[in-house]
């Protein structure tokens, strides 16, 4: 099913609700015309009837046997209707009146007027058929006699429309003008949308550039700003993929190489113990390669997601599942690891993603265990004050230069002599954890002045 189209939706609409409003007020205004034009002929016609009437009054009006006729000229009958002429207006025939005595005998009639008296005698307004015809009537007593002044209807309707017509004709005749430039607004409005559309368009497959408009609107601001993101999302995306591609490529190649070398030396092996040498480093190399790309992808999934989902996770648990993942490293190198908590919390709750921080406590607690002397113990502490939560790793290795201290946190970062076999990336996944959850890691040093001690805080849940 092809969409619809917004410009469409908005004009169709738009003429819609235009036709109706204007279709509305033209129907009332032709209605308002209609009856102001009938109350301004009744006006007129009783207006008619006392001038009459204060005319008889001066002068008899005939007697009934003989009815005195007002003729109309006889040019006005042949004169082009609606043509006024020097004798008078051809309406002029489509007008009447009646003088009638007491008794509704005629006394005198205008020529368009019926022979027989147009309505009984009663004063007001009434409207009587004659000769099939309807005709307007207004009945005027006057000393003894009645003047009725008559006006046919249809005049009246023609000239009720004329007038309404009049007054609703540059409605009409607006609308198709206001149809246009309502065409032409919506069109204007909606061209940064279209000129959007345009660009992402003729845009080049691999372009991640900002879109630009020369002209913005309200509404389209945040689509723009939205798709803006969406390419800054997607570019540090294909940069991540592109700098942990050349990043695996470096650092896989020195252990990739070394396999080779020990696996070419145990096929030429002289001797099973030869062999079996050749084949344990073979083994220990490859347990340092597959540890190392865990540290990698671990360092891509945490830069991968930037806002961590809300939950509410505990550390105690947290810790609880760091130290289950390490615990070969621990027995393999005979480490004691002690868990430290304030009494008065329960679980140190933050707000976070379990997964995530789980990884951050691993690679603390098993950076701890590797640079740590053997048969060492490593100290782990959790604490939260004034709505921060803070895990603490306390080891007693060699320690960390304080000049070293903000480089170990760089990727593939080892400090010079320090004889681990490390990947120099558990740091630095700690702290983008930490970052994307809020928090913050510190290196200081350990207890006595030896080893080290990182600290991270994050911030906490009220309980």
């Given at each position: 099913m092809?969409?619809?189209?917004?410009?469409?939706?908005?004009?169709?609409g738009?003429?819609?609700v235009?036709?109706?409003?204007?279709?509305?007020?033209?129907?009332?205004?032709?209605?308002?015309?209609?009856?102001?034009a009938?109350?301004?002929?009744?006006a007129?016609?009783?207006?008619?009837?006392?001038?009459?009437?204060?005319?008889?009054a001066?002068?008899?009006?005939?007697?009934a046997a003989?009815?005195?006729?007002?003729?109309?000229?006889?040019?006005?009958?042949?004169?082009?209707h609606?043509q006024?002429?020097?004798?008078?207006?051809?309406?002029e025939?489509?007008?009447?009146?009646?003088?009638?005595?007491?008794?509704?005998?005629?006394?005198?009639?205008?020529?368009?007027?019926?022979?027989?008296?147009?309505?009984?005698p009663?004063?007001?307004?009434?409207?009587?058929?004659?000769?099939?015809?309807?005709?307007r009537?207004?009945?005027?007593?006057?000393?003894g006699?009645?003047?009725?002044a008559?006006?046919r209807?249809d005049?009246?309707?023609?000239?009720?429309?004329?007038?309404?017509?009049?007054?609703?004709?540059?409605?009409?005749?607006g609308?198709?003008?206001?149809?246009?430039?309502l065409?032409?607004?919506?069109r204007?409005?909606?061209?940064?949308?279209a000129?959007?559309?345009?660009?992402?368009?003729?845009?080049?497959?691999?372009?991640?550039?900002p879109?630009?408009l020369?002209?913005?609107?309200?509404?389209?601001?945040?689509?723009?700003?939205?798709?803006?993101g969406?390419?800054?999302?997607v570019?540090?995306a294909?940069?991540?993929?592109?700098?942990f591609?050349?990043?695996?490529a470096?650092?896989?190649?020195?252990?990739?190489?070394?396999?080779?070398?020990?696996?070419?030396?145990?096929?030429?092996?002289?001797?099973?113990?030869?062999?079996?040498?050749?084949?344990?480093?073979m083994?220990?190399?490859?347990?340092?390669s597959?540890?190392?790309?865990?540290?990698?992808?671990?360092l891509s999934?945490?830069?991968?997601?930037l806002?961590?989902?809300?939950?509410?996770?505990?550390?105690?648990q947290?810790?609880e599942?760091?130290l289950?993942?390490?615990?070969?490293?621990?027995?393999?190198?005979?480490?004691k690891?002690?868990?430290?908590?304030?009494?008065?919390?329960?679980?140190?709750?933050?707000?976070?993603?379990?997964?995530?921080?789980?990884?951050l406590?691993?690679?603390?607690?098993?950076?701890?265990?590797?640079?740590?002397?053997?048969?060492?113990?490593?100290?782990v502490?959790?604490?939260?004050?004034?709505g921060?939560a803070?895990?603490?790793?306390?080891d007693?290795?060699?320690?960390i230069?304080?000049?070293?201290?903000e480089?170990?946190?760089?990727?593939?970062?080892?400090?010079?002599?320090?004889?681990?076999?490390?990947?120099?990336?558990g740091?630095a996944?700690?702290?983008?954890?930490?970052?994307?959850?809020?928090?913050?890691?510190?290196?200081?040093?350990?207890?006595a002045?030896?080893g080290?001690?990182?600290r991270?805080?994050?911030?906490?849940v009220?309980?």
């Amino acid at each position: 099913m092809k969409p619809r189209s917004t410009r469409a939706v908005l004009l169709g609409g738009s003429i819609v609700v235009l036709l109706a409003v204007l279709g509305a007020a033209a129907w009332i205004g032709y209605e308002g015309s209609s009856d102001e034009a009938a109350e301004l002929f009744d006006a007129r016609l009783a207006t008619s009837a006392r001038v009459l009437a204060a005319l008889l009054a001066a002068q008899p009006a005939g007697d009934a046997a003989a009815p005195i006729v007002i003729a109309v000229p006889a040019p006005l009958e042949a004169q082009p209707h609606d043509q006024p002429g020097p004798l008078g207006h051809p309406y002029e025939t489509k007008i009447a009146f009646q003088v009638l005595d007491g008794d509704g005998r005629l006394l005198m009639r205008s020529a368009a007027a019926p022979p027989a008296p147009y309505a009984p005698p009663a004063p007001g307004f009434s409207t009587q058929r004659h000769a099939g015809r309807d005709w307007r009537v207004f009945s005027l007593p006057s000393g003894g006699r009645w003047v009725q002044a008559a006006e046919r209807d249809d005049v009246r309707g023609e000239l009720s429309g004329k007038l309404a017509l009049a007054a609703v004709a540059p409605l009409i005749a607006g609308i198709p003008l206001v149809l246009v430039l309502l065409a032409l607004l919506v069109r204007y409005g909606l061209a940064p949308l279209a000129e959007l559309a345009r660009r992402i368009e003729r845009r080049r497959a691999d372009s991640l550039e900002p879109i630009a408009l020369p002209r913005n609107t309200a509404e389209i601001v945040p689509v723009v700003e939205a798709l803006n993101g969406l390419l800054e999302r997607v570019q540090a995306a294909m940069a991540r993929e592109r700098r942990f591609t050349a990043d695996a490529a470096h650092e896989l190649r020195t252990p990739l190489a070394a396999l080779k070398i020990h696996a070419q030396n145990a096929a030429r092996a002289g001797s099973d113990a030869e062999r079996q040498a050749s084949i344990a480093r073979m083994l220990a190399g490859l347990q340092r390669s597959v540890r190392l790309v865990e540290q990698m992808l671990a360092l891509s999934r945490a830069a991968a997601s930037l806002t961590p989902a809300p939950q509410d996770v505990s550390l105690r648990q947290v810790v609880e599942d760091a130290l289950d993942d390490v615990l070969p490293t621990l027995k393999e190198r005979s480490v004691k690891v002690s868990v430290a908590a304030e009494p008065s919390v329960a679980d140190f709750v933050v707000r976070g993603e379990r997964d995530k921080l789980t990884c951050l406590a691993r690679n603390l607690i098993d950076n701890a265990a590797r640079y740590a002397p053997r048969g060492s113990s490593v100290r782990v502490e959790l604490a939260q004050r004034d709505g921060v939560a803070s895990l603490a790793v306390w080891d007693q290795g060699p320690g960390i230069p304080p000049e070293l201290r903000e480089r170990v946190f760089e990727s593939y970062y080892r400090i010079p002599g320090s004889g681990a076999d490390g990947s120099g990336l558990g740091l630095a996944i700690v702290r983008e954890i930490a970052r994307q959850h809020g928090g913050a890691v510190r290196i200081a040093e350990g207890a006595a002045g030896r080893g080290t001690c990182v600290r991270v805080t994050l911030p906490g849940v009220p309980g």
